[in-house]
């Protein structure tokens, strides 16, 4: 990762946190992958797009949650192209991640996937096609509208956790509720670094409400009460695949401009095993 996309925060921090805070605060970030719109294809590498048609081995079953219907196709992206030497997460070296969500285009939006509810775990899904496969495009379900095709480029930069995520509560669970780490002014910088459309690759996430690590954590531990302790060890365990925010261009719009999240153990990404991701979302 230059120093350039790691800058920004590093001087964030040390402009309203004390020196020694600041550090530690640091330690923190983590290197993900910010995805845009690609606005010169030409030039930019292109490494992945929005809606379209997804590229499936004839092997692979349009992805379907029972009893519903088929999940529409959000995302894809070619993990070759991918800069993902720059990740701390072991992102495939090629090969294709597809990412597909019951959006609520056949019931308008009554059946919702959440982590608390096993039951509706299916309408979220992450395949990987290896790169030997043979594919071709797949025509999108009867009752389905594919979005429209958005390329993607893809720049390495540094990501803050939420703050009020267990691991930053780990950190600095011995400050005071009235320390800068937690005051206005610290909160609107982060706020504002991270405004705008924010597709990302691995990273922190960047929740619309709460740590999204936490849901999957109470999903994934059977929902029990929230303040089992648990939660925040399980949180620690999971980290961020795929976030796909709210995006006009490719005419997602997810509740009040929300977003997706793909969540996986580090231990079944190195193996592979995608059929374990859990899946969130969150609107304002």
């Not at 993900?32 to 294809?41: I, N, S």
């Not at 009867?142 to 509560?169: F, K, Q």
């Not at 939660?231 to 620690?236: G, N, V």
């Amino acid at each position: 990762m230059t120093e350039s996309t790691v800058d920004p925060l590093h001087a964030l921090a040390h402009t309203h946190l004390p020196a020694d805070i600041a550090e530690r605060w640091i330690g923190l970030l983590r290197p993900g992958l910010r995805l845009e719109k690609a606005t010169a294809p030409g030039t930019t590498p292109v490494v992945g797009r929005l809606g379209g048609l997804p590229e499936l081995s004839e092997a692979t079953e349009w992805p379907v949650w029972e009893g519903h219907g088929p999940l529409a196709f959000i995302a894809s992206l070619d993990c070759a192209l991918l800069p993902s030497a720059a990740l701390d997460i072991a992102i495939p070296k090629d090969g294709t991640l597809a990412f597909f969500y019951f959006d609520g285009q056949l019931d308008d939006g009554s059946a919702l996937v959440e982590p608390r509810e096993p039951d509706t775990w299916a309408g979220a899904r992450v395949l990987y096609v290896p790169a030997d496969v043979p594919t071709a495009a797949r025509p999108t379900p009867e009752g389905l509208r594919p979005y429209p095709e958005v390329p993607l480029t893809a720049r390495a930069e540094a990501t803050a956790p939420y703050s009020w995520h267990p691991l930053v509560d780990r950190e600095f669970t011995s400050l005071p509720d009235d320390h800068p780490l937690w005051g206005e002014d610290f909160q609107e910088a982060l706020w504002d670094h991270s405004a705008g459309t924010d597709h990302r690759l691995g990273g922190h996430a960047n929740p619309v409400q709460d740590a999204v690590e936490s849901e999957v954590a109470h999903g994934a531990l059977g929902s029990p009460p929230w303040d089992d302790p648990r939660i925040d060890e399980e949180a620690l365990r999971w980290v961020l695949l795929a976030q796909i925010d709210t995006d006009h261009d490719a005419d997602m719009m997810w509740g009040d401009c929300g977003a997706l999240y793909w969540l996986i153990r580090p231990e079944d990404l190195a193996a592979r095993r995608f059929d374990r991701a859990m899946f969130t979302w969150q609107c304002g």
